[in-house]
């Protein structure tokens, strides 16, 4: 089955204790994506990666870190986690890089940090 | 700047009565549009999407949006909604140029009644 999918499903920690967010997809896409929903806010882009070991910072980076050393995977790394990046996280992927191509979306992965 | 504006955080509606979601969009070039709708505890999915052409776009689950360039709207309608369509719905633009970056906006949170 096509999917993207995101580990852990539900995370809590403290403050400061690094983190990481898995995601992976096995659709051979080449953009992938990371956001944050919070009420009121919808979603917020992270980060995106348009390929292997390419990527940029979307509208809300500051606190995260992303590496794509493989197609399939885009992990989302929380080096010193703070209470204001409690969130829902989604990760998407794109079949291509373009703006026209729509986004797959994980499951979500719900965040506190405390 | 691009922005999305979702005026309506909740939209209440009777079962089988017709619904209007509403999209506005601000951009200096062109754009592509999108809605996606969210399930409970589940991640967003495409509904329907404009890249060019004919102005009114058909989606899922009987969903459709009609593209207004001069008043840079994209609304969602349904003729006639049913319980299940309970979610909340997200317009996105992307950027015909420039940034690979996705911009949602808060979202619409739809109440089917019995």
């Known amino acids: 089955e096509a999917q993207v999918t995101q580990n852990p499903r539900y995370l809590i920690t403290v403050t400061g204790k690094k983190l990481t967010v898995t995601c992976s997809q096995n659709?051979?896409?080449?953009?992938m994506s990371w956001y944050r929903q919070d009420p009121g806010l919808g979603l917020r882009q992270i980060y995106y990666?348009?390929?292997?070991?390419?990527?940029d910072k979307g509208d809300v980076p500051e606190g995260y870190k992303v590496s794509r050393k493989e197609k399939r995977n885009f992990p989302l790394i929380l080096e010193s986690p703070s209470p204001n990046q409690t969130s829902l996280y989604f990760c998407?992927?794109?079949?291509?890089?373009?703006?026209?191509?729509?986004?797959?979306f994980g499951p979500g992965t719900r965040l506190t940090v405390t | 700047a691009q922005s999305v504006t979702q005026l309506d955080s909740q939209v209440p509606v009777f079962e089988e009565a017709p619904v209007e979601l509403r999209c506005n969009y601000s951009?200096?070039?062109?754009?592509?549009l999108f809605w996606y709708v969210q399930y409970p505890n589940q991640g967003l999915q495409l509904l329907l999407k404009?890249?060019?052409?004919?102005?009114l776009v058909k989606g899922i689950n009987g969903f459709e949006a009609e593209f207004n360039k001069s008043q840079t709207s994209f609304h969602l309608r349904k003729p006639s909604v049913h319980i299940s369509d309970t979610a909340e719905y997200f317009c996105?633009?992307?950027?015909?140029?420039?940034?690979?970056?996705?911009?949602f906006g808060t979202g619409t949170r739809l109440k089917v009644l019995a």
């Open positions: 998407a992927s794109s079949l291509g890089t373009g703006p026209t191509y729509e986004q797959y």
């Open positions: 659709m051979n896409h080449e953009y």
């Open positions: 990666s348009m390929n292997v070991e390419v990527t």
């Open positions: 951009s200096s070039v062109s754009v592509y």
């Open positions: 404009y890249l060019s052409g004919s102005t």
């Open positions: 996105a633009v992307s950027m015909s140029s420039g940034t690979y970056k996705y911009i």
